[in-house]
């Protein structure tokens, strides 16, 4: 019965654009999101949702709670928005949290540079068809390497090809990095430099100590927390998608660095979908259907553990309503990913601006926690107790104090500091060329030059101790989801649109299965009239008793447009009174229609908005219902 | 079996500092909450939710959802934090969001004047036993007028009393408003300034217009919002009652200026607690027992709207677990009230700190809506349309501009707007003198003074005109929830301690109804035993499947010990696994055990967390277990 599904993935460029100007049309019209402060022309980059896209959003948190902070006993925390400069300066965000700018030279307005190098690209390979086959090479080199250009290379680029600002066409200013948080100040005296938290991920990291210790000093275990984080975003667009204030919903996994594995690995195992490994992006290939358990035997994925979330990540999404066939898991290229991570693969949903990243899933190693240790002083370490004493062979470094003192005077506290720092291969290196040439070259950073150490100054060596545990900075695996991203997927791939019975009209409908729907159930009177209108109260009042968001509709309008206003909604189940003692239940797609008795409806609809049956079986259990009145107007 | 409850009110202070030590301690070893950023010695006024902190207020969220959102069907809304000034400047928070502060003349710390004086008389009232009959009297009288202090009033009471910083002894500056809202900077450019929200309700005002749409331009109906708001204190202290960064639950419910009854307003009519209304609190008198519909046929609440909001508030604590006795609402006096306010009730919640304010009612009337309107220049209004149309006496001024323009010239264009800015009062009166005098001073505000008009000038008359609609600008009835302040008065009026069984130890315990607390039960096998572990596993995976956080304690710990542990959290259930058929359910504060069947346990467990049974209904249907093994450690 499905007349038209346009969301199939291979719309072209113009009908993209036609259906996401129907969706968005939709989306506004019907307040599942609006510009915020509206009333005041709004700000770029900040939407509300209104009541139906609220309810969506409530829905999709509480589902995601109960996939895996629940599943997996998962430690929630809920930590502040606000937070100091020391924190963000420790986990990387003060120093590299930016985007390259530039400025029109005479009117001040901002652009992002590489957005601007990127729409010169896409437009001159679309719209010139005069270019050489050389040239279309570079511009495709251009677009590839965006994310990796210097504040240099981008400038350059921008001048070689006479990119000017495009409202003005004014001349632009060198790209120059602008952070992107926003930045506030704490407390009255404006001494404390604080931030809008970019990631809710710090929080977690902060408070690693405790949550061990709350876990029974137990590895793994993991940590997630849901809140807003802030981007301020030199020029948002895509509607949705780039924003300046977002939900995040963030998991931290501590695991022991030496064993990945995951108890409950098997359970996924067997999953097959579509993945885009590093090796068929460079040689230019498409995703391929992979099954997890063989990608991860294979060594494609890094280890069971981050291939546990990619399969728990690819259940949560596809139980959301995301089409299996517009979903993929792409790993980072090497390029794109951070100097001391693992793997990272992100999950990628097709929607019409093309695949979006929508969960990041990264093996981040012990990146974090060393961060803050170094800067808070506060170990963030793990112990594995040993059952027996183990004996393990250790570096000794003796810096002789007395002879660097007479040699190197004030320098002396530096050297020693650098010696005591050595790791195992460098030190033994010194203790070699100690043993054979009496001296060495020994660069001192914190000097900026190199001394030279005799033998008489240090002692290396190694030793045979007993060590009663092990003491490790934990690996953190970290899948980080962007709420309203996935949303926004969520409507992309909901929404339809299907003839009216008289065929006269193009109706929309939202497919949301009713984990998502933001009401579970409408209830009409099919014509106004006090009996039916009482029945339609006492069944919302059991509605409302069972827990389930309905809306009752009494207006006088016809049954069949009160039915397109819902399936507008994405309302799975519409109950109509057509009788004082039993009703009917419609559900949104097939537009089947069954008999209940008064007193089982709620029990009906709480049991297939829960999950507990499915629409077949109910079907099964009650009659099923063609109507000659109701159907009149669809 | 209640050894010991520290919660009753009549505790000493004394006793206040014990329970409060004990409490706080309780709290942050068992991670219920943390100092935020810990490890970097912390922030003062932030807060995070270790795991059962967080798992406690997600319930209060989800409870309010329940008991205000789906009960009333209300249209929940997700605004950002983020906002532009010109909002907060309509709503007057950049001008009036203010406290106070003086500042230490040589260091620049910086104190709430307010807080300086209080704790001044505060101190002498209780140390200074040599205080005359009239100095006693004076302190009490400033402790009440603090709040109506304007700053040369509270800054000629610090110098007279010779109040200096509490640390240093230097001099303090006069007092000077700060403004208390979190300050921004939008976009890259630097000229667009925002701040953080203060509260929430700004969001939903901004959309009136759009949400009266959704709503089939009807009213009344309300608009509920979810979310963080922001607070820069200048000292935050009282621990988590006065912080920086919190979380708000805010109703805007619009209705009729000329009908604020409500529809199940008698379903909270015969409700009866303790109300603190304006007369008593003037005369001296403590709070009384009112029935709430009394109330409002005396007069006492000033309508039924609001009433129903005050019952319904009422229910919603004490159903969280708040003490009936030690929950009162109090009237605000009329210096309390903002000028535009009809009347507002407090709902103050006693704990150690004293009578808290944790959820605040209002009628607002029309100022909101109308600030918005006139700021942004979009009507916020609603429509009233009438069955037949309606004569009405219309006032109709009609400036004669040409004349004016002749005797103003430039100036002609600020009285022509002055005369027709008239209300009816006035209008009138410019009427009667006109026609008396033949002129009239007239006060023009733009111009800063007077002008004589005379009567060629303007004609001024009333008309009988037909009209279709009222437009009119709806009130609105505000209650707001501070959601962690609910939450630390929970945990007070919940905490309890009671002795060991062997009489060695005082056990903490937290007394959660099901639908609070943090974890609905555990599931402990008696002994370390495979069988016995599989069948907890068994368990748990049925409680997962039925969406009940729980905890599995496979530990060697003395069951005793494991309860202890539990009760400390405020699980009420424990499940002990002590033969493979069927289990042992435990409630917590009674100690009672039943014995329950394996397959049932999950069941069983549901139906007393969703309130479907109570924990007598239980107890009733399965036989009583007397143990000997699992008492012997408690």
């Given at each position: 019965q499905l007349l038209a599904s346009s969301s199939s993935s291979n719309v072209g460029g113009v009908n993209k654009e036609v259906f996401r100007k129907n969706l968005v049309n939709t989306l506004e019209r019907r307040l599942f999101y609006i510009p915020s402060f509206k009333i005041y022309s709004g700000v770029a980059g900040l939407y509300d949702y209104g009541p139906p896209g609220c309810a969506v959003k409530s829905n999709v948190l509480a589902f995601w709670r109960q996939h895996f902070v629940l599943e997996e006993n998962m430690l929630e925390v809920d930590c502040p928005c606000v937070t100091p400069e020391v924190v963000l300066k420790a986990s990387g965000h003060v120093d590299k949290f930016t985007d390259l700018m530039v400025k029109d030279e005479k009117t001040g307005t901002c652009y992002r540079a590489d957005h601007l190098l990127k729409d010169f690209c896409k437009e001159k390979l679309e719209k010139d068809l005069s270019l050489s086959v050389e040239k279309v090479q570079e511009l495709k080199h251009v677009l590839a390497m965006l994310d990796d250009f210097s504040p240099e290379q981008l400038g350059s680029k921008i001048k070689e090809y006479g990119i000017v600002a495009p409202e003005t066409k004014n001349a632009l200013s060198d790209p120059y990095p602008f952070n992107l948080m926003f930045q506030t100040s704490i407390g009255p005296s404006g001494t404390i430099p604080g931030y809008m938290r970019p990631e809710t991920a710090q929080g977690i990291f902060v408070n690693f100590k405790d949550l061990y210790y709350y876990n029974g000093s137990k590895l793994p275990f993991a940590a997630a927390q849901i809140g807003q984080a802030f981007r301020n975003e030199i020029s948002p667009r895509q509607g949705l998608l780039r924003v300046r204030e977002f939900t995040l919903a963030e998991i931290e996994h501590f695991v022991d660095p030496e064993d990945k594995s995951h108890p409950k690995y098997s359970e996924v195992v067997d999953l097959e979908f579509l993945m885009y490994p590093r090796e068929e992006q460079m040689t230019g290939k498409d995703a391929v259907n992979l099954r997890l358990g063989d990608a991860v035997s294979n060594g494609t994925v890094n280890n069971e553990t981050l291939a546990y979330f990619i399969g728990r990540v690819?259940?949560?999404?596809?139980?959301?309503?995301?089409?299996?066939?517009?979903?993929?898991?792409?790993?980072?290229l090497a390029n794109e990913m951070a100097h001391y991570a693992a793997d990272c693969w992100d999950a990628e949903i097709e929607c019409s601006y093309g695949w979006i990243e929508c969960v990041g899933i990264a093996d981040r190693s012990a990146y974090d926690l060393r961060a803050h240790s170094e800067k808070s002083g506060t170990p963030l370490v793990a112990h594995e107790k040993f059952s027996a004493p183990k004996e393990v062979e250790k570096l000794v470094i003796t810096p002789v104090k007395k002879e660097l003192g007479l040699a190197f005077k004030g320098n002396q506290k530096k050297i020693v500091e650098?010696?005591?720092?050595m790791d195992e291969k460098e030190a033994m290196e010194v203790k070699a060329a100690l043993e054979s040439k009496g001296e060495v070259e020994f660069q001192v950073c914190t000097l900026g030059k190199a001394v030279t150490i005799k033998s008489n100054m240090v002692s290396v060596s190694k030793e045979i101790k007993k060590e009663h545990q092990r003491v490790f900075t934990p690996s953190v695996i970290e899948p980080s989801f962007g709420i309203g991203r996935i949303i926004y997927c969520l409507f992309e791939h909901s929404f339809y649109t299907r003839?009216?019975?008289?065929?006269?009209?193009?109706?929309?409908?939202?497919?949301?299965?009713?984990?998502?729907?933001?009401?579970?159930?409408?209830?009409?009177?099919?014509v106004q009239n006090s009996k039916y209108e009482a029945v339609a109260k006492q069944i919302s009042r059991s509605l409302t008793a069972a827990g389930i968001s309905h809306k009752i509709d009494i207006t006088g309008t016809s049954i069949g447009k009160r039915y397109a206003r819902t399936d507008e909604l994405g309302v799975p189940f519409a109950i109509t009174v057509d009788t004082t003692t039993t009703v009917t239940i419609r559900e949104r797609d097939?537009?089947?229609?069954?008999?209940?008795?008064?007193?089982?409806?709620?029990?009906?609809?709480?049991?297939?908005?829960?999950?507990?049956?499915?629409?077949?079986?109910?079907q099964w259990e009650y009659p099923a219902h063609s109507s000659t009145v109701t159907d009149a107007d669809e």
């Open positions: 690819y259940l949560f999404l596809t139980q959301l309503g995301i089409s299996k066939e517009r979903l993929r898991f792409r790993q980072h650098a010696l005591e720092a003839k009216s019975k008289a065929g006269d009209e193009e109706l929309n409908v939202f497919r949301f299965p009713p984990v998502v729907a933001p009401i579970k159930c409408t209830v009409f009177p099919l097939s537009k089947d229609q069954i008999r209940v008795e008064i007193e089982k409806v709620a029990g009906v609809v709480k049991d297939v908005t829960d999950g507990v049956r499915t629409w077949p079986d109910i």
